[in-house]
């Protein structure tokens, strides 16, 4: 009888096992977007736009931490395309990240079905076109990735979620300006700021109550302002970080980056602006929306509030107070604080210079001396099949070294779990904007003119927030600490397109020898094959 009782109760535990890890699985999203051309008039003029589903800025992508998103991207444009998910981590999985490094374009007529998760994340992101100038026609669009249920927020519940979409934007057809860039010259200045691809937007919501406004910069060059009249903006989270919960008149929003803040309704009620201005520019445009409270039969009145136009130590000491609420939790159950980055030895310190070139007699853009020209194949690719000559590890150097700027398929080589300090030395007159994808960091430092090993005495190494896109002022240096705890082909860009499209960029090939699923997922079934790649076999 004993015998018998045993593999029953044996049974019975494997099957109750063989049910959690069922049910224990991640939940599956499944989307089909389809990207046309259309035609709309944001600026007052009909021009040519990107659609996705029809809809100019494309679908919100709303999601919960760690689900399984499946969406087939059919192209319908007469150009290949790709999409990346600017913020999304793509833990061990660079193969969806959606950048020419990566990714093989989707021709015309064709399709490719990305599938990633939002792995330990929550926070406000964007989606929006990688390839040649498509951002500048839209294609963009809104990701949030809320908690998981039993996840604690360190806040209340929001009435509503609103995601504002802001960007600078030109009336010229997308190549036309590619064409303009291809010459050799710079862009002209925008010719407006879009909030929701419309010069204006109007919220509303109800007296006493608190909304959640996700605002990002989805513009190609342009640091924006953003203030809402008569009230006040708590700032919660930003790119992934829940930080603390300072008050705030106005925010600086620059190129790629993302803030969430919560606004209380506890004024009169009747229509207020909603105001953003372009920063650091020779001249201010600006774009108005309403907040209006139900029922309001009061338009808005009096002048727009005014914002910061130049001011650069004012938006430098605004950085500073953006900090990590370290009791709380963000994705994971435990304290952000739990994480003690300020502790830890930087194993590498990389010093990066951008400057502003003339090669072979065109306008170029470049990273110590080198400005990144896109190979034939994604160098994702190269390294799984071992094809040589796609790229090169040893143009670009770790700083500075004064050799003559020149073009090359730059890529930086760094062994997983390397702990690197990156310093971002801004030479020039204009405010930069860099964006690391495959990871968040932890901006440690901001400070003006040179960087120097003595500047390391200012870096907040106790409650700096973790972002995936940091700001350097005009003549002043920015630094990050960011822990290389995920494998693949990253990319590291200037969010301002045109500085990325002319070569402010580089990879950073994160890499073990040793191979294993647990550091990097294989190569994806569906994966499209190009350039020298083509034919081969998976």
């Known amino acids: 009888m004993e015998k018998k009782i045993l593999p029953i109760f044996m049974i019975f535990i494997l099957g109750a096992l063989s049910f959690s890890v069922v049910k224990a699985e991640d939940p599956y999203?499944?989307?089909?977007?389809?990207?046309?051309?259309?035609?709309?008039?944001?600026?007052?003029?009909?021009?040519?736009?990107?659609?996705?589903?029809?809809?100019?800025?494309?679908?919100?992508?709303?999601?919960?931490?760690?689900?399984?998103?499946?969406?087939?991207?059919?192209?319908?444009?007469?150009?290949?395309?790709?999409?990346?998910?600017?913020?999304?981590?793509?833990?061990?999985?660079?193969?969806?990240?959606?950048?020419?490094?990566?990714?093989?374009?989707?021709?015309?007529?064709?399709?490719?079905t990305y599938k990633f998760q939002p792995k330990d994340q929550i926070g406000g992101y964007t989606y929006f076109p990688s390839t040649a100038m498509h951002k500048a026609a839209g294609g963009f669009g809104a990701i949030n990735v809320y908690a998981r249920p039993r996840i604690p927020v360190p806040y209340a519940t929001p009435?509503?979620?609103?995601?504002?979409?802001?960007?600078?934007?030109?009336?010229?057809?997308?190549?036309?300006?590619?064409?303009?860039?291809?010459?050799?010259?710079?862009?002209?200045?925008?010719?407006?700021?879009?909030?929701?691809?419309?010069?204006?937007?109007?919220?509303?919501?109800?007296?006493?109550?608190?909304?959640?406004?996700?605002?990002?910069?989805?513009?190609?060059?342009?640091?924006?302002?953003?203030?809402?009249?008569?009230?006040?903006?708590?700032?919660?989270?930003c790119e992934g970080s829940n930080v603390v919960q300072n008050l705030y008149d106005s925010l600086d929003v620059h190129v790629g980056q993302s803030v969430s803040v919560l606004v209380t309704l506890d004024q009169a009620p009747k229509d207020y602006y909603i105001v953003a201005s372009t920063r650091f520019?020779?001249?201010?445009?600006?774009?108005?929306?309403?907040?209006?409270?139900?029922?309001s039969q009061t338009p808005v009145s009096g002048p727009i509030p005014a914002g910061p136009t130049d001011q650069v130590d004012w938006s430098m000491?605004?950085?500073?107070?953006?900090?990590?609420?370290?009791?709380?939790?963000?994705?994971?159950p435990n304290p952000q604080g739990s994480f003690h980055y300020g502790t830890i030895t930087p194993t590498k310190t990389m010093v990066l210079s951008n400057s502003a070139n003339v090669i072979n007699g065109k306008k170029r853009y470049t990273v110590n001396g080198v400005s990144y020209i896109n190979a034939d194949t994604p160098l994702k690719l190269a390294d799984y099949f071992n094809i040589p000559g796609v790229y090169s590890t040893n143009t670009i150097q770790a700083s500075p070294n004064g050799a003559a700027p020149r073009v090359a398929t730059s890529v930086m080589?760094?062994?997983?779990?390397?702990?690197?300090?990156?310093?971002?030395?801004?030479?020039?007159?204009?405010?930069?904007?860099?964006?690391?994808?495959?990871?968040?960091?932890?901006?440690?430092?901001?400070?003006?003119?040179?960087?120097?090993?003595?500047?390391?005495?200012?870096?907040?190494?106790?409650?700096?927030?973790?972002?995936?896109?940091?700001?350097?002022?005009?003549?002043?240096?920015?630094?990050?600490?960011?822990?290389?705890?995920?494998?693949?082909?990253?990319?590291?860009?200037s969010a301002m397109w045109e500085r990325q499209y002319l070569g402010q960029q580089f990879y950073l090939r994160v890499y073990n020898p040793v191979k294993s699923l647990a550091n990097e997922y294989d190569i994806p079934s569906n994966v499209l094959l190009c350039g020298r790649a083509a034919g081969r076999h998976i």
Not at 74 to 92: A, M
Not at 281 to 295: M, R
Not at 317 to 332: E, G, K, P, Y
């Open 29 to 112: 999203k499944f989307y089909t977007w389809t990207v046309t051309y259309g035609i709309a008039s944001p600026l007052g003029v009909p021009q040519q736009v990107i659609l996705i589903n029809g809809q100019f800025p494309g679908p919100r992508l709303d999601v919960v931490t760690n689900d399984n998103i499946i969406l087939n991207l059919i192209n319908k444009l007469d150009q290949p395309f790709l999409l990346t998910w600017n913020g999304i981590k793509q833990r061990k999985n660079s193969w969806q990240d959606g950048v020419l490094g990566t990714n093989c374009l989707i021709p015309p007529n064709s399709n490719f």
């Open 159 to 237: 009435a509503a979620d609103f995601s504002l979409l802001i960007g600078d934007w030109y009336k010229s057809n997308h190549k036309g300006l590619q064409q303009y860039l291809d010459s050799g010259k710079s862009l002209t200045f925008p010719d407006g700021i879009l909030v929701n691809g419309q010069t204006g937007n109007t919220f509303t919501g109800d007296q006493g109550k608190t909304y959640m406004f996700r605002v990002s910069n989805v513009g190609l060059s342009t640091s924006f302002n953003f203030r809402i009249q008569g009230h006040k903006m708590k700032l919660v989270e």
């Open 281 to 295: 520019t020779p001249k201010i445009l600006t774009s108005v929306s309403v907040l209006h409270y139900t029922g």
């Open 317 to 332: 000491q605004q950085a500073r107070t953006f900090r990590w609420n370290l009791t709380s939790n963000a994705a994971r």
């Open 413 to 493: 080589e760094a062994s997983l779990h390397d702990f690197l300090e990156i310093v971002f030395q801004n030479n020039e007159d204009t405010v930069q904007s860099w964006h690391l994808d495959g990871y968040d960091f932890w901006p440690v430092g901001f400070g003006s003119g040179q960087w120097s090993e003595a500047s390391r005495k200012s870096y907040n190494l106790v409650d700096a927030l973790t972002r995936h896109t940091v700001q350097v002022y005009p003549k002043s240096w920015s630094v990050i600490y960011v822990s290389l705890d995920n494998q693949g082909m990253w990319n590291l860009r």
